[in-house]
């Protein structure tokens, strides 16, 4: 089981960045796959970026080149790092840990992009 905690949302103009953390309440080392998620009312969460234990990343095609995911195994946090921002990328944005059988989430934090 684990416990996450996101920081760092908040409002922004467009093209301006913001970089989302998101704590454990455990080793990450462990924990093979790990990402971030948004949602806006009305929709289902949709994946944003993951990252696997050996670094591997993936990104939904919207935010190729502009966000960066990245885990610090020694801080049990992992980051968003989330440049030239739209206001599209406007949401909630959730942290997620996959430990088998189960998935984990945090609580959420919101991101504004005013245009």
């Known amino acids: 089981q684990v416990q996450l905690g996101e920081s760092g949302g908040g409002l922004v103009q467009a093209g301006g960045s913001l970089r989302l953390s998101c704590a454990a309440s455990?080793?990450?080392?462990?924990?093979?796959?790990m990402g971030w998620y948004r949602q806006v009312p009305g929709k289902q969460r949709d994946l944003v970026a993951e990252?696997?234990?050996?670094?591997?990343?993936n990104y939904v095609d919207s935010v190729k080149g502009r966000f960066i995911i990245s885990r610090d195994n020694a801080k049990n946090t992992i980051y968003l790092q989330m440049n030239s921002l739209k206001p599209e990328d406007t949401a909630v944005y959730y942290c997620?840990?996959?430990?088998?059988?189960?998935?984990?989430w945090g609580q959420g934090t919101q991101v504004t992009v005013s245009s």
């Open positions: 990252i696997v234990s050996g670094g591997s990343t």
């Open positions: 997620s840990a996959y430990l088998y059988p189960n998935k984990y």
């Open positions: 455990r080793s990450i080392f462990s924990i093979n796959n």
